[in-house]
C-alpha cells in the first residue's frame, strides 16, 4: 500500500487548505485511513480517521470544529478539509492506512501504511 499526501503549502491565519491522499497498491475494502500531524520535538498526534465502508468519522475534539475528513472511493483518495487555520496547526501533516479492521482510530500505533507528509504552515 502506498500513500502520498499532496495539498500542503503556507496559508495566513483564519484561511483554508484541503489536503489530499492517493492510496494505491493492494488494499481492499476493509481498510482504514487516518490523518495525523507532528510538529519538531513532538509526538505525532491523531487529527481524524474513517474507515472505507463506513461513514462514520473519528475527530479529534480539539479540531472537530474545523476539520473534516473524508474520501472519494472512486478515487481512491482520502481528503482533510482544514478551516480557520490557526498558527498552532503548522506541522507536517501525515496520512496513514491500517487493513483488516473497522475501527478509525486516531493513535498512531496501529497503522501500518505511511506517505511522506505534506507541511502546512499558518501565519
Known amino acids: 500500500v502506498q500513500l502520498v499526501e499532496s495539498g500542503g503549502g503556507s496559508v495566513q491565519a483564519g484561511g483554508s487548505l484541503r489536503l489530499s491522499c492517493v492510496v494505491s497498491?493492494?488494499?481492499?475494502?476493509?481498510?482504514?485511513y487516518g490523518w495525523f500531524r507532528q510538529t519538531p520535538g513532538e509526538e505525532r498526534e491523531g487529527v481524524a480517521a474513517?474507515?472505507?465502508?463506513?461513514?462514520?468519522?473519528n475527530t479529534a475534539d480539539s479540531m472537530k470544529d474545523r476539520f473534516a475528513i473524508f474520501a472519494d472511493n472512486a478515487k481512491k483518495t482520502l481528503y482533510l478539509q482544514m478551516n480557520n487555520l490557526k498558527p498552532e496547526d503548522t506541522a507536517i501533516y501525515y496520512c496513514?492506512?491500517?487493513?483488516?479492521?473497522?475501527?478509525?482510530?486516531?493513535?498512531?500505533?496501529?497503522?501500518?501504511?505511511w506517505g511522506q507528509g505534506t507541511q502546512v504552515t499558518v501565519s
Open positions: 496513514a492506512a491500517r487493513g483488516g479492521v473497522d475501527w478509525a482510530s486516531l493513535s498512531t500505533s496501529v497503522y501500518d501504511y
Open positions: 497498491g493492494n488494499t481492499h475494502s476493509n481498510y482504514c
Open positions: 474513517k474507515c472505507s465502508d463506513s461513514s462514520f468519522v
